[in-house]
């Protein structure tokens, strides 16, 4: 199917443990995004990508890794799950990042808890 | 990017015109004001852009203050539906500067 997806939608683990969520869209868009929603938060940026193998920071990028080897693709991964990263994780994705023109896509998120 | 303002809550009677306020006294020239919603647990959902002139798409009408300091998104005929949080947000820069705050959680009720 044509869009963006996020799997898995739910996931349980346990602290210290490393644990992967992955983001796959179809449009080939250049830029995608990782955001967490927390309760009474807005959303906040993990990380971003302008293409492949082209990462950076957002704001609360501690604790996280991602990788973009290939355009449609952008994991994230939590090297030692914490407890504070339990968390509503929605990847998104924009053609440009143009300020004209950046409607961004969002995937139904991942609903993370770390136990 | 400029900071905005939103009232925390709304409501709206199913069939009437929901508006809904956004504060951006801040605003730069080169600014674009955008509005998403979030339909109870789902990703955002882009609803529509504009600069300054007022916009009107399948979805929703953006209407900009001359000053550029305040806008409004307006649903026409709110639909239960449309129960969600709305986000206004404004930007210049890359999409990485995408930041959403609380928004307004609107209520459309029979």
């Known amino acids: 199917d044509a869009g963006i997806t996020q799997s898995p939608r739910y996931k349980i683990t346990e602290t210290g443990r490393q644990v992967t969520l992955m983001c796959h869209q179809t449009w080939s868009h250049s830029y995608m995004f990782w955001y967490r929603q927390d309760l009474g938060h807005g959303l906040r940026l993990i990380y971003y990508?302008?293409?492949?193998?082209?990462?950076d920071k957002g704001e609360v990028p501690d604790g996280y890794v991602v990788s973009r080897s290939k355009t449609e693709n952008f994991p994230l991964t939590l090297e030692s799950a914490t407890r504070s990263q339990t968390s509503v994780y929605f990847c998104?994705?924009?053609?440009?990042?143009?300020?004209?023109?950046?409607?961004?896509?969002f995937g139904q998120g991942t609903r993370l808890t770390v136990v | 990017d400029a900071k905005t303002t939103q009232p925390p809550s709304m409501d709206c009677a199913e069939g009437r015109a929901a508006n809904l306020p956004c504060n951006h006294s801040t605003i730069s020239g080169n600014e674009y004001v955008y509005w998403y919603r979030q339909i109870h647990s789902q990703g955002p959902q882009y609803i529509i852009h504009?600069?300054?002139n007022n916009e009107t798409n399948e979805m929703a009408s953006l209407i900009i203050t001359e000053d550029r300091k305040s806008s409004t998104l307006i649903l026409p005929h709110a639909t239960l539906r449309d129960t969600a949080v709305y986000y206004c947000?404004?930007?210049?820069?890359?999409?990485?500067?995408?930041?959403f705050g609380t928004g307004t959680r609107l209520q459309v009720t029979l």
């Open positions: 998104a994705s924009t053609i440009t990042d143009r300020a004209w023109d950046t409607e961004a896509f």
């Open positions: 504009g600069l300054k």
């Open positions: 947000i404004v930007r210049a820069g890359p999409a990485s500067k995408l930041t």
């Open positions: 990508s302008a293409a492949a193998d082209i990462t």
